[in-house]
């Protein structure tokens, strides 16, 4: 939108306000369209405060006591009131649509986007990268790379602002968010818990970190805990002993988790649910809230039994899951550790799958 006004006066307009500290920078995609609106809503406010103030001061002069010293009735007339009407329904419903089509842009992440999972705490952010990058009240990205958040909560309402980027969204205890944002420009910037969340709440920031894509490869490369968040997930998977039902055996009493990631599964009362992260969540939690039609409603609750980050870690491994084969392989390994052959598991009758992979 900073197309309707020259390039070069916007970035001048936005540099000076930075400078003086008025305004933050412009450092996503999304920033340059998010501030066209807001200068938009300022400019018609300033247009309807000087149109008041103007005519205040003009009738008060233009019907002084002197000139007019009996005052008038006006009854009714169809001409002013239908301008005071259409006029600002114009102006509210060129808000409106402009609004709404950024809200939809804001709230739609890309499909390529590079998901990254952060839990909101009294009073940190904890940010885990899928490939086993773990920062706290810190996050490193790539620019020119849509980012999505995965927004959660430990306790109780945070809200994940990123001011450079235009961006924030609630962190929500029970539910996952979803924000996301393309840095363009390299740079750190502030992370602020923007929700009165307890004693500490101002001291909940943090700093982004924009780099270039050579930055963020070595940075990455240097900063992984050696085990992505699938891997980890594949422990917690077998120490759980969720693979003691989820498994391909004759006699399992699970469903085949494989390919489950992004399905529409027929629930018992006969509706669809997708497969989503926070479908994977819930069920680990709270198996009994969607039954899934064709089995019995046996699966435990692992309620107050793995962490926040725990169940990020499952429902990564699930997502990345795309043969059964996987799982096989863990069971009676309850270490988790792949076994590198590509032969069937002792104990079970499935055929023998394709040597699966866990997508890193
Ligand atoms: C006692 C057996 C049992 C254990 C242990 C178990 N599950 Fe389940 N699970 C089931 C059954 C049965 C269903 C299907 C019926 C339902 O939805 O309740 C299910 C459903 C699911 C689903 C929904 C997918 C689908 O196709 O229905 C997911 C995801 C899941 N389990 C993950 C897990 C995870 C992760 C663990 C370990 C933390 C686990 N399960 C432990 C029996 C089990
Ligand atoms: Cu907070």
């Not at 007019?68 to 009854?75: D, G, K, R, S, Y």
């Not at 773990?134 to 958040?149: D, K, R, S, V």
């Amino acid at each position: 939108m900073q197309h309707f006004i020259s390039p070069v006066l916007w970035q001048f307009l936005i540099k000076w306000l930075t400078y003086f500290a008025i305004f933050p920078p412009e450092a996503s995609t999304i920033a340059p369209y998010a501030d066209a609106l807001y200068f938009f809503l300022v400019a018609i406010s300033a247009v309807g405060l000087g149109a008041v103030i103007f005519l205040v001061v003009y009738f008060s002069i233009r019907y002084r006591k002197e000139l007019n010293p009996v005052a008038t009735q006006i009854e009714g007339s169809t001409l002013l009131e239908a301008t005071w009407t259409i006029i600002p329904l114009i102006l509210f419903m060129v808000c409106f649509v402009w609004g709404a089509l950024l809200y939809f842009r804001i709230y739609s992440p890309p499909t390529n986007a590079m998901n990254i999972y952060v839990v909101g705490k009294q009073w940190m952010w904890k940010v885990e990268h899928p490939g086993g990058q773990h920062e706290i009240n810190a996050l490193h990205i790539p620019i020119n790379q849509p980012i999505q958040i995965t927004l959660i909560s430990q306790d109780v309402f945070h809200s994940f602002s990123i001011p450079a980027f235009r961006v924030k969204r609630e962190a929500i205890p029970g539910r996952y968010n979803t924000e996301w944002f393309e840095a363009t420009t390299p740079g750190t910037y502030h992370i602020f818990c923007t929700q009165y969340c307890g004693t500490l709440h101002s001291q909940m920031i943090g700093e982004v970190v924009a780099m270039t894509e050579e930055d963020y490869e070595a940075w990455a490369a240097q900063s992984t805990s050696g085990n992505s968040l699938a891997q980890n997930g594949e422990r917690l998977f077998a120490s759980l002993g969720c693979n003691s039902c989820h498994n391909s055996g004759p006699n399992a009493h699970g469903p085949n988790l494989a390919n489950v990631y992004g399905s529409h599964l027929q629930l018992k009362n006969g509706s669809f649910v997708t497969a989503d992260d926070a479908f994977l969540r819930d069920t680990i939690l709270n198996p009994t809230m969607h039954e899934v039609a064709g089995f019995a409603p046996i699966m435990p609750t692992y309620q107050g039994q793995v962490s926040e980050e725990g169940l990020i870690d499952l429902v990564e491994y699930i997502r990345r899951l795309d043969t059964q084969y996987r799982i096989d392989q863990t069971i009676d390994n309850s270490a988790g550790q792949p076994i590198q052959t590509g032969a069937t598991p002792p104990g079970t009758s499935a055929p023998a799958l394709a040597p699966g992979t866990v997508k890193q």
